[in-house]
């Protein structure tokens, strides 16, 4: 199998975004002059004329060689288990209260980023913050007390990447964090994996936090909708509580708006039903809720560099760890395989081929084992 | 004569004012028709510039003191008539002077003062732009001589120019009617030898008297219009005996060349050029409507082959072709060459070789007028010394910069935002100057005009922002109407008034913004944000050198949905600005940091932002910038994405 092509703007633009493929994760945005991300969505500003850009180099959605990307990332091709590459499981909270409670679920994510910035494992990271309008985008962070601020969920999509483009480039970043989705955690091995000279400052990549994610919000339609039912600039927080709630909430101030879950999939974006992965894959440590045990996250420890940082943390009693239990692993593992399944679903039936998985460039081998899971 | 500096130049140099009479002066052609209007002792003269017309108005304000007249430039072309109208009631010849465009502006009153007469002088200057060199239309104004009952005079060598607009007076003052003269862009702004007469002082008695109470209006308008066709019987009378016409060559030419304005000089070169001048005979006709019937006919009736030569329209042909028509016997059979035949062509400008080769076909003579790969080899040769683009703005330009906010604004908010267009230099944002952001242009002030119909399209669907751009000038001249419509009706756009202060697309001619008035003098100024919120609406003001403050608003404004906004994005024309100071900025690339064409770049300087003093190095793959054109304005430092354009104070 030959590498997949790497192409300019004009064809990432053709291939995706035009496509309605777009993730928005932000990998292609800030780069150059001519893609940008502005209010949920990207924007090409200009033809550019580059034939091989980073921009389709990154992008998730275009033609992936997934085994170069797992060997960037993790020195070994592809994995195909129902959650992806994993040297350990786990059921980890932050030890800390006050961590706890200002984050979702058990504040893993926050206490370990925290961490690896106090430790120097990374001088800082890049997170997603929200702004008044709801309107998510990626931010430096380099002092450990701030990381709690942006300890929230965003169930928007979010360009976080379009932070680590602009940060990266600084020289007093040397070592850099990113807490991201899958998508965003796929983008970040292909920048690994990627062939060009520009290496778009990877080398100081030391460290990808995948966040769980079933699917993001479009920002412009879901404001929209949202807007009707509670004021955007008053939200605080926002949730979707564990079945059999089947419900999204919105907290601001004192209150807080519930609307019915199958309300909200409207505004699910249209690449997310193409999106084969759940748990980030392709991240170091990918976090998510421990679904029935409250004030618990699920952290499935994937690379060495993971591995050293989840050690270190416990041993300084940062998180607190303890066993998942074999029924939440194995409903993890059947939620990550029904997403895998609708996706390919998805791309079977966008290209009405089984040759044509869109974006999916896949050996035989991984391609067989894939299909007949 | 000494050329040391503006103000020696002032004092040295002789002026159309003051040279002496009878003497021989080099003279573009709008500085003859000044002159002669000197000659005729105007006091008033008033235009709206617009090129090819811009230099009579303007070289008469140069001297208003030195010859004692009075002139304005006026805020459109309809004023400027009715103003110079007013000052021929009340005594006093006037002069006004328009580009072909402008007299449909005008149009309105000329019907009305075609039927209602003068009293002194009038003489209304009409400049017409065939091939459209710096027009948006290339339509010929000599039908509305025809169609409004006017004398009509087409000056066809420099020294015409002057002389008939001098008679012009005269021909006004006898018949009580304006007189229109049409001139084209060559015979406007091509230089030739005048011999001057002498000037003459404007009377000082100005009074409005009308000797009947309907003297000075079109009513009765069946009885004035009579009388308007009676005085193009009496012009007709006239013009047969006018030195204006002429013929040459002859006694019975082979073929008989009708010829006026322009067509004259091209039509000479092409018989010389041919050699044809015991064949071809050339009628030169200087006094195109009414034509001397008897005059015309005695030459018609020497040939039987007529090739009629003028710009733009078949005007002159179709009223030869009436008058052939009203009494075929008179002149004999005649075959017609020219616009409807095929031999000179109905659009563009004509010039000798079109002329010539017209000639060669009719009389099937083998001539090839021009050389073959003519224009190959021109491009060839000057191509070593300049570098291929189109159209576009100076460098420096603040409306460069103001459209490379526009465009990207329009990108950002993702409704497919359109802009409808105006008339001035921005209207180069058609091409890619302006990144093809002007997506409608016909007139001056319909950008605003069209934006209030597309404003009002939501309830059939419509969802794209609309934005609306003019000029200073352009918002002065004709926007002001449209804006209070679409505030009445409610429509939906937001107005860019892309403010340069200046009327630049003409020649920087001062305007109602500036301060300072056709004569040089101190000026009140209508000062266009307060005008606007005196009207109700929201009014942003941004300096366009200011790309993201520029850009940002006007997506804030694009999203205020709902009535008329209005943004005014205000900095100097470049060139008027360059004309007083040294540049703001010394610009230069740090080469290290250009990435020339490699990814996170693509050459965005040179080949997107495309400011003609940003170039690119092709043998070092680096961008340049070319220390002569420069202006120094530092916008592009601010779009480079690796900051290799470094910005110096100079």
Not at chain 2, 365 to 379: G, M, N
Request: charged share 25%.
């Amino acid at each position: 199998m030959s590498p997949p092509e790497i192409k300019g703007n004009l064809q990432l633009r053709a291939d995706v975004i035009d496509r309605g493929l777009c993730a928005l994760c932000g990998a292609c945005a800030g780069i150059c002059p001519y893609l940008v991300a502005h209010r949920g969505r990207i924007v090409a500003l200009d033809d550019c004329a580059v034939e091989r850009g980073r921009c389709y180099a990154f992008c998730p959605r275009v033609a992936t060689d997934l085994d170069a990307a797992s060997n960037a990332v993790f020195g070994a091709p592809f994995d195909t288990a129902p959650i992806g590459r994993v040297a350990q499981v786990l059921m980890t909270r932050a030890a800390r209260e006050n961590v706890r409670s200002s984050a979702q679920y058990g504040g893993t994510v926050s206490a370990i980023v925290a961490f690896a910035i106090e430790r120097g494992f990374i001088d800082s990271a890049v997170l997603t913050k929200s702004d008044a309008s709801v309107l998510p985008a990626g931010v430096l962070v380099r002092d450990p007390d701030d990381v709690l601020s942006h300890a929230r969920s965003n169930y928007v999509a979010a360009p976080t990447l379009a932070a680590f483009n602009r940060e990266a480039r600084r020289e007093e970043v040397r070592r850099v964090g990113v807490v991201g989705t899958p998508c965003q955690a796929l983008a970040l091995a292909k920048m690994r994996a990627s062939p060009l000279e520009n290496r778009n400052n990877v080398e100081k990549l030391s460290l990808v936090v995948g966040l769980f994610c079933t699917w993001a919000l479009d920002l412009d339609s879901f404001t929209r909708f949202l807007a009707e039912k509670t004021p955007l600039d008053r939200i605080s927080k926002f949730d979707i509580p564990p079945p059999p709630a089947n419900v999204f909430q919105a907290f601001s101030d004192s209150t807080s708006v519930s609307i019915p879950l199958d309300e909200v999939r409207r505004f699910i974006r249209p690449s997310c039903n193409v999106c084969l992965d759940m748990t980030a894959e392709f991240a170091d440590v990918s976090v998510g809720a421990a679904e029935g045990v409250e004030g618990w996250n699920t952290l499935i420890v994937r690379s060495e560099r993971g591995r050293e940082l989840v050690d270190a943390a416990r041993a300084a009693g940062v998180i607190e760890t303890d066993a998942l239990p074999d029924e939440n692993l194995n409903h993890l593992k059947g939620a990550s395989l029904g997403k895998r399944r609708r996706a390919l679903a998805n791309i079977r039936q966008t290209t009405g081929s089984d040759d044509d998985l869109l974006y999916l460039e896949l050996c035989a081998e991984t391609r067989s084992r894939l299909l007949a899971e | 004569m000494s050329f040391g500096s503006t103000a020696e130049r002032t004092i040295d140099m002789a002026n159309i004012a003051t040279f002496e009479k009878g003497t021989s002066q080099l003279l573009m052609g709008n500085e003859a028709i000044a002159r002669g209007a000197l000659e005729a002792g105007i006091g008033f003269a008033a235009a709206y510039p617009g090129t090819p017309s811009s230099e009579i108005i303007g070289s008469l304000a140069e001297v208003a003191k030195d010859a004692g007249i009075y002139v304005e430039w006026s805020i459109n072309e309809k004023v400027a008539l009715e103003a110079a109208a007013a000052a021929a009631f009340a005594g006093v010849r006037s002069i006004v002077a328009m580009k072909q465009n402008g007299l449909s502006v005008a149009l309105d009153y000329l019907m009305g003062l075609a039927l209602t007469g003068t009293r002194a002088g009038i003489v209304l200057v009409t400049c017409d732009d065939p091939g459209a060199l710096s027009s948006t239309e290339e339509e010929d104004s000599r039908i509305v001589a025809k169609w409004a009952c006017l004398p009509l005079l087409e000056p066809g060598t420099f020294q015409e120019e002057k002389d008939m607009t001098r008679w012009a007076y005269d021909l006004s003052e006898e018949l009580k009617s304006v007189v229109l003269i049409r001139g084209v862009t060559r015979t406007s702004h091509a230089r030739g030898d005048v011999e001057v007469g002498e000037r003459v002082p404007p009377l000082r008695q100005a009074k409005f008297e009308p000797s009947n109470p309907l003297e000075f209006t079109s009513l009765p308008a069946p009885f004035k219009h009579l009388a308007a066709n009676q005085k193009i019987d009496k012009a007709r009378e006239i013009f047969e005996s006018s030195p204006f016409n002429w013929y040459q060559g002859p006694d019975k030419p082979d073929l008989l060349i009708v010829t006026c304005g322009s067509g004259w000089f091209y039509s000479l070169e092409a018989v010389t050029a041919l050699e044809l001048e015991k064949s071809v005979g050339i009628l030169k006709l200087g006094t195109t409507w009414p034509l001397p019937e008897k005059l015309v006919r005695e030459h018609l009736s020497l040939a039987e082959e007529v090739l009629v030569v003028e710009e733009i329209d078949p005007f002159l042909e179709g009223n030869l072709k009436e008058l052939v028509g009203e009494d075929p016997s008179a002149v004999g059979p005649i075959k017609f060459y020219g616009k409807r035949s095929g031999h000179i062509p109905v659009a563009g400008e004509i010039n000798p070789d079109i002329v010539t080769a017209a000639l060669a076909r009719i009389l099937d003579i083998e001539h090839r007028p021009v050389q073959p790969q003519y224009s190959q080899k021109a491009l060839a040769l000057t191509s070593q010394f300049t570098h291929g683009r189109m159209v576009g703005f100076c460098a420096g330009c603040p409306h460069r910069a103001t459209f490379w906010s526009i465009k990207n604004a329009i990108k950002l908010d993702g409704r497919n935002g359109f802009v409808s267009g105006d008339i001035g230099c921005y209207s180069m944002a058609v091409g890619p100057a302006g990144y093809w952001q002007i997506k409608t242009m016909q007139s001056m002030g319909s950008g605003t005009g069209m934006a209030c119909g597309f404003g009002k399209l939501a309830e059939f669907g419509f969802t794209q922002p609309v934005i609306a751009v003019c000029g200073d000038s352009t918002f002065y001249h004709a926007t002001i109407p449209a804006i209070i419509s679409g505030i009445y009706n409610r429509a939906n756009f937001t107005l860019l008034v892309l403010d340069n202060s200046a009327t630049a697309m003409t020649g920087f001619q001062p305007h109602p913004g500036t301060g300072r008035s056709a004569m040089g003098e101190p000026a009140p100024t209508v000062d266009i944000p307060t005008l606007c919120r005196a009207l109700g609406v929201r009014v942003e003001e941004t300096d366009p050198f200011d790309l993201t403050g520029t850009t940002d608003k006007l997506l804030d404004l694009m999203r205020d949905d709902g009535g008329v906004r209005v943004m005014v994005v205000k900095r100097e024309c470049a060139l008027v600005r360059a004309r007083r100071e040294k540049p703001a900025y010394k610009m230069r690339i740090d080469v290290e940091r250009c990435l020339g064409e490699s990814c996170g770049c693509s050459r965005l300087c040179s080949r997107v932002f495309q400011c003609p003093a940003l170039m690119w190095d092709a043998e070092k793959g680096v961008a340049a910038i070319d220390s002569v054109l420069c202006a120094g304005c530092g916008v592009c430092a601010d779009i480079c994405p690796s900051g290799a354009i470094i910005r110096e104070t100079a």
